[in-house]
């Protein structure tokens, strides 16, 4: 995860410019978004003009998910940071209570922040080599992150940030 923090990678969202909208009613799944896959390179996403860099932006972002931050390691893409309104199949999202994670995710782990930090809990749904790692308050959901499990689980023990 330092390699994706030094390399600029996960950033915050900007809405996109040129002829493609955002779009309102968007779900990540364990597969990724609309038009952006789990290991995509960065090249294949310019290529395809999903991916740009912004003066604005910590990082590259993605053209017409403006509520998503694209976080890569060894130029894949292994990772997406999403708020409302991305939401899983299930339709969880940002807010949405703990106990419908649960609900969803009978199986998740629950994974304890560090005392003394001001970091979130987390629930962790696996599904293979791929996951959802919810970050909360002990209420709602604060922070949606889908993709593969090893990066998700390794961005929430380093408390690594989207920017």
């Not at 309102?24 to 038009?35: I, N």
């Given at each position: 995860m330092t390699a994706a923090s030094v390399a600029g990678s996960g950033v915050r969202p900007q809405p996109p410019v040129g002829s493609a909208g955002p779009v309102?009613?968007?779900?990540?799944?364990?597969?990724?978004?609309?038009?952006v896959e789990f290991g995509d390179t960065e090249q294949e996403l310019t290529a395809?003009?999903?991916?740009?860099?912004?003066?604005?932006?910590?990082?590259?972002?993605?053209?017409?998910h403006e509520t998503a931050?694209?976080?890569f390691?060894?130029?894949?893409?292994?990772?997406?940071?999403?708020?409302?309104?991305?939401?899983?199949p299930e339709g969880i999202t940002v807010g949405t209570p703990v106990s419908e994670v649960h609900d969803h995710y009978p199986a998740s782990t629950r994974?304890?922040?560090?005392?003394?930090t001001y970091r979130f809990d987390g629930l962790l749904a696996r599904d293979g080599d791929r996951a959802y790692l919810f970050?909360?308050?002990g209420r709602t959901v604060r922070k949606?992150?889908?993709?593969?499990?090893?990066?998700?689980?390794r961005?929430?023990?380093?408390?690594y940030g989207p920017c």
């Open positions: 309102t009613d968007e779900v990540v799944d364990l597969t990724g978004l609309h038009g395809r003009g999903v991916l740009r860099d912004t003066v604005e932006s910590c990082g590259p972002t993605l053209v017409g931050s694209p976080i390691y060894d130029d894949r893409l292994v990772l997406l940071w999403v708020s409302a309104p991305v939401r899983t994974l304890t922040a560090p005392q003394g970050l909360h308050d949606t992150i889908a993709g593969y499990a090893d990066y998700a689980q961005l929430f023990d380093e408390g």
